[in-house]
C-alpha cells in the first residue's frame, strides 16, 4: 500500500508541475492578443476621424477665391519676353524653373539665332504686337533698347524713340491683368541721365499702375561673370511682395578661364596694327584722355562688352606669349610683366565664343550669326547668371507670397551689394597686450549665440555616415545651386592631385593609351571621391580597365572584354553606378583619298570611329528602370539635338553641367579636354539632402520629365 501511495502522490505532483508550466504561458499570449486587437480598433478609429478633418479642412480651403485660382506648384510660372535679343534672359529664368510662352524681337539677325537655339521664332516688332493675341502670362520682361540711356550714345534718355519703347511695354502688360510681375533691365546710365529723370518716369508710371518697384544695380562680376558689367533692374510685382536682390554669390570671377587655348590667325594683330594703336594711345595719353586699347588681364574680370565690337574688342586684347614658329605677319609688342621686367607677346582679339562665355553662356550654345553679328549680339545680351540668380529671388518670393508672408511697414534701405572679401588676420598689438584692461560687463539682454551648425557627414562604402573633420575653405557658390535642399555645411575639397612618381603606375597606364587610343581618357580621381565619398558609396565602374581600376579602386568593373551592354549591373542596396562611356568603339572605313596602300601593294583603309553613345544610353535607362539604383554618367556636355542626349534628358533625374573641364588622365597628366562635360543622374530622388553637394561640381538641373512625374506622384498622394 506503501508503494501505491507514493506512486500516486508522485503522479499528482507531476500533473501540477505540468499545468504550472502551460498556464502562463498561454495566458500571456492570450492577453497579447486581446491588447494587440484593441490597439488595432483604437488606431483605425484615431486614423479615421485624422482622415475626415483633414478632408473637411481641406475642402473649407480650396472655397477661399485667393486658393480657388492659385496655379498649381508643379506647373512653372509663364514669360512674354519682349526684346528677347538671343535668348539670354530666356536660358537664365527657364534654368531658375519658369517657362517662356511667347517672345518679341525685330532684329533679324537675333530672331536666326534665337530661333536656332530654342526652336521657337520670336514674333515682330512689339509697336505692332496687339495684346489680345498674346498668350496668358504670369511675368513680362523687357531688356528695353540702352543706347538712350549709355554713357557711348547720345543720352536723350525718354525722348528718344527708343526710350519711347517702354510705353509699349506697358501696353502689354495692362492688357494682360492676370500677370504678377514686370522685370527691366537697362544699364546703369539710367539712373544719371539727365539728373535721373528716365529712371524717376519709369518708376513713376509703374507706382502710378499700382506696382511695387524694387531697383538695383548689380555687378555681373560678383555673380560668377567673368566681366566687370553693370545693370540696372527693376522688378515691380503687382502685390507688396516681400522681395530683396540676390547677395553676391562667389568671389569675382577672372577672365583667364574663358580663354581658348589656340584662336584662329585671323583674330590677331600684325606689326603695322600695333604699331598704329601705340601711337593713338600715346596722343590720348598726351592730351588726358582715357582712349586707346587696352590688354585684357587674366587675373581679373574683363571690362564691358559693348554693341559696337570695336570699342568692346579693343578694350580686351589678349596678350599670347611670343611663339618660336609663329607666321610672320603675327605682330609683337613688349608688356611690363611681374617685377617691371618688359617680355613680348603677341596681341589678338577675343573670339565670338569667348564673347560668349564673357556673357555666362555655355558652349553648347550655338554661335550661328556670322562673326560681325555675333560680336554686336553679346554686346546687347545680358549675363545669364545674374538674370538666373534674380529669378530665383522673384520664385522664392511669389512662394513666400503664396504661402501668407507679408512685408512689413518699415523701410528697408536698398545697398548695392558688394563681393565677398577675404578676410586678412588682424596683427596683435603688442603695446595693448602689456596694459591692464577690466574686463567688460555683460548686458542683461545680450544677444544669445547663434547654433553650431551639425557637421558634414561622409558616406562610407558600407553606406554609413561619418563625420569629417576636413571642412572646405573656398566660398560658398550657393547662386550655382538650382536645386535647393537643406544641406548645414559645404562637402570636403577633394585637390586635384599632381602627376604621380610611381614610375610603375605611369607605365601602366601609358602602356593602356598606346592600346586603346580612341578610349583611353580617365576619369579625374577626385572627381570619382567626391561622388563616392559626399554624394553616394559606388560599388561598380561599368566602363573602365584595371590600369584605371589601379586609381579609381572600385570594387567590381566591366572592361572592355566583358561587354557591359551584354552584363547586369545589380549592386549592392544603397550602393551606386558610375559610368564613363567610351565616346568611340563601332569602327567603319574611310572611303576615297584617306585609302591607304600595304606593303603588298593593296589599299589598306583608314579606320573611323563611330559613336557608341546611343547604345551605352539605352543601356543605362534599361537598367536603372529594372534596378532602381542610382546611376552616375559622365560625358560631354553635347548640345540637345544629339539622340543620345535626348535619351538621357527624358529618363534621368538631374543634369550637373560642370563648371570646370576636366583633366582626363589626371595622375600622369595636366592637360584639360577641349570639351566641357556634364554628369548625368539617374534616381537623384534617392540622395535626399547629399544631392545638394553635387551644386559645388557645377549647375545642377531637374529634367522635365522628372518634375512632372515628381507632381504625378504628389497629386497621386494628396487624392
Not at 522681395?243 to 584662329?264: M, N, R, Y
Not at 555683460?442 to 576636413?470: E, Y
Request: charged share 25%; proline share 7%; glycine share 6%.
Amino acid at each position: 500500500m506503501k508503494t501505491k501511495t507514493v506512486t500516486n502522490k508522485q503522479s499528482l505532483s507531476k500533473n501540477k508541475t505540468a499545468i504550472k508550466a502551460v498556464n502562463p504561458k498561454s495566458q500571456v499570449a492570450h492577453w497579447i492578443l486581446l491588447i494587440t486587437a484593441l490597439f488595432n480598433q483604437v488606431r483605425d478609429w484615431v486614423f479615421n476621424k485624422i482622415q475626415n478633418v483633414r478632408t473637411q479642412a481641406v475642402n473649407l480651403l480650396k472655397a477661399f477665391p485667393w486658393v480657388k485660382n492659385k496655379k498649381p506648384k508643379h506647373e512653372p510660372l509663364t514669360i512674354f519676353e519682349a526684346f528677347a535679343g538671343i535668348g539670354g534672359t530666356r536660358i537664365g529664368a527657364e534654368s531658375a524653373g519658369f517657362k517662356v510662352v511667347a517672345a518679341s524681337e525685330i532684329d533679324p539677325h537675333c530672331i536666326a539665332t534665337y530661333q536656332d537655339n530654342f526652336g521657337d521664332r520670336p514674333l515682330g516688332d512689339i509697336t505692332q504686337l496687339k495684346a489680345e493675341d498674346l498668350p496668358p502670362f504670369d511675368i513680362l520682361t523687357a531688356s528695353t533698347p540702352c543706347q538712350s540711356f549709355s554713357t557711348a550714345g547720345k543720352r536723350k534718355g525718354m525722348k528718344d524713340p527708343r526710350g519711347q519703347l517702354f510705353y509699349d511695354t506697358l501696353r502689354i502688360a495692362d492688357g494682360h491683368p492676370e500677370h504678377r510681375v514686370l522685370f527691366i533691365e537697362n544699364v546703369k546710365g539710367m539712373k544719371t541721365t539727365n539728373s535721373g529723370r528716365g529712371l524717376k518716369t519709369v518708376l513713376n508710371e509703374l507706382k502710378a499702375r499700382g506696382y511695387y518697384t524694387h531697383h538695383q544695380v548689380l555687378k555681373a562680376s560678383n555673380y560668377g561673370v567673368p566681366q566687370g558689367r553693370e545693370r540696372l533692374f527693376i522688378v515691380a510685382f503687382r502685390e507688396n511682395v516681400p522681395f530683396s536682390f540676390p547677395k553676391p554669390t562667389v568671389l569675382p570671377a577672372v577672365s583667364g578661364d574663358i580663354l581658348e587655348k589656340s584662336a584662329h590667325k585671323n583674330f590677331y594683330l600684325t606689326q603695322a596694327q600695333i604699331d598704329h594703336r601705340i601711337q593713338k594711345k600715346k596722343d590720348y595719353d598726351s592730351k588726358g584722355h582715357n582712349f586707346g586699347f587696352k590688354v585684357l588681364d587674366p587675373k581679373k574680370p574683363s571690362t564691358t562688352l559693348l554693341k559696337s565690337a570695336n570699342s568692346s574688342l579693343e578694350k580686351n586684347l589678349v596678350a599670347v606669349p611670343l611663339e618660336k614658329n609663329a607666321p610672320k605677319s603675327r605682330g609683337v609688342i613688349e608688356l611690363e610683366v611681374k617685377g617691371g621686367k618688359k617680355k613680348q607677346f603677341h596681341l589678338r582679339h577675343l573670339t565670338p565664343r569667348e564673347c560668349a562665355r564673357l556673357q555666362g553662356f555655355l558652349d553648347s550654345y550655338k554661335l550661328t550669326s556670322s562673326g560681325a553679328d555675333t560680336y554686336e549680339q553679346m554686346g546687347n545680351s545680358v549675363p545669364v547668371p545674374v538674370i538666373r540668380e534674380i529669378f530665383k529671388e522673384i520664385l522664392v518670393s511669389l512662394n513666400k507670397w503664396d504661402k501668407g508672408e507679408r512685408v512689413s511697414n518699415q523701410p528697408v534701405k536698398i545697398v548695392d551689394p558688394a563681393p565677398p572679401q577675404r578676410k586678412k588676420p588682424k596683427k596683435a598689438n603688442k603695446s595693448a597686450t602689456t596694459k591692464k584692461t577690466k574686463a567688460p560687463k555683460v548686458a542683461a539682454t545680450a544677444k544669445p549665440t547663434k547654433k553650431q551648425k551639425p557637421p558634414l557627414k561622409v558616406v562610407t562604402s558600407t553606406g554609413k555616415a561619418q563625420p569629417v573633420t576636413k571642412k572646405s575653405s573656398r566660398a560658398p557658390k550657393m547662386g550655382l545651386a538650382l536645386v535647393q535642399g537643406n544641406s548645414a555645411a559645404l562637402p570636403p575639397v577633394f585637390p586635384k592631385p599632381k602627376v604621380t612618381t610611381d614610375k610603375t603606375l605611369e607605365g601602366q597606364i601609358l602602356g593602356w593609351k598606346k592600346k586603346d587610343k580612341a578610349n583611353h581618357f580617365m576619369t579625374p580621381k577626385w572627381l570619382v571621391d567626391f561622388i563616392k565619398l559626399v554624394v553616394c558609396p559606388l560599388e561598380l565602374d561599368a566602363a573602365s580597365s584595371p590600369e584605371a581600376n589601379l586609381v579609381h579602386k572600385f570594387k567590381r568593373i566591366f572592361t572592355l572584354k566583358d561587354n557591359a551592354l551584354t552584363q547586369s549591373w545589380k549592386v549592392e542596396d544603397g550602393h551606386g553606378v558610375f559610368v564613363n562611356p567610351p565616346y568611340c568603339g563601332k569602327l567603319k572605313r574611310k572611303k576615297g583619298k584617306s585609302a591607304k596602300k600595304n606593303k603588298n601593294g593593296k589599299i589598306k583603309k583608314a579606320p573611323r570611329y563611330k559613336s557608341q553613345l546611343l547604345d551605352w544610353a539605352n543601356k543605362i535607362v534599361a537598367e536603372y528602370k529594372q534596378n532602381a539604383q542610382p546611376i552616375f554618367v559622365l560625358v560631354p556636355a553635347r548640345g540637345p539635338e544629339s539622340k543620345w542626349f535626348q535619351v538621357f534628358f527624358k529618363n534621368a533625374s538631374h543634369i550637373v553641367f560642370l563648371k570646370d573641364r576636366l583633366v582626363h588622365n589626371d595622375t600622369i597628366s595636366t592637360s584639360k579636354a577641349n570639351f566641357s562635360s556634364a554628369l548625368i543622374v539617374f534616381g537623384g530622388d534617392q540622395l535626399g539632402e547629399r544631392l545638394d553637394y553635387l551644386s559645388e561640381l557645377g549647375e545642377c538641373m531637374e529634367t522635365s520629365a522628372y518634375r512632372i512625374s515628381k507632381a504625378q506622384s504628389q497629386t497621386s498622394n494628396a487624392a
